[in-house]
């Protein structure tokens, strides 16, 4: 295999497994990447009180940034959806052993307890699954003084 064979587009198909993805590893790390790499569907509750100043790190790119899972985190949490529960859920990629570990001890243990991840495949399933939830970061439901119980009269 040719090393132009075995990159990954940024955003786009990995020409090893098919599979889309955010990351961009070396080419020489592709192929351990693409053979361990999971979708995972995350389920977490967010701490509410820190919601805004992870909406100010999302939005300034500093998560983004973070290597290598940056780009990857970035896209799942903002497009996070927002259960009856007030459970945050969105579809995110890794390859760690145990499953989101880098993300976890840089920036979701801080905003989110109580974590959870089911392994969902191929990428999209996840957000097939939370079409009909309203955003995490609907005006509304982040401007409530109980984030869970507005969330629960909106949605109920």
Request: hydrophobic share 35%; net charge negative; proline share 6%.
């Amino acid at each position: 295999m040719r090393n132009a064979d075995v990159r990954w587009e940024a955003f786009g198909l990995c020409t090893v497994c098919k599979r889309i993805s955010l990351y961009s590893p070396s080419p020489v790390l592709t192929v351990e990447v693409c053979e361990r790499m999971v979708f995972w569907l995350v389920t977490a509750k967010p701490r509410v009180e820190r919601l805004g100043e992870l909406r100010r790190r999302l939005d300034s790119r500093e998560i983004s940034r973070m290597r290598p899972f940056g780009r990857s985190l970035e896209n799942g949490l903002v497009n996070a959806k927002l259960r009856e529960d007030g459970s945050a859920l969105w579809e995110e990629e890794d390859y760690c052993v145990p499953p989101l570990a880098q993300e976890r001890a840089a920036v979701l243990d801080y905003y989110f307890d109580n974590l959870t991840v089911e392994d969902i495949g191929d990428p999209g399933r996840g957000w097939e699954k939370l079409t009909r939830l309203p955003s995490l970061w609907h005006r509304d439901v982040n401007e409530s003084p109980s984030f869970a119980q507005g969330a629960n009269e909106r949605l109920g």
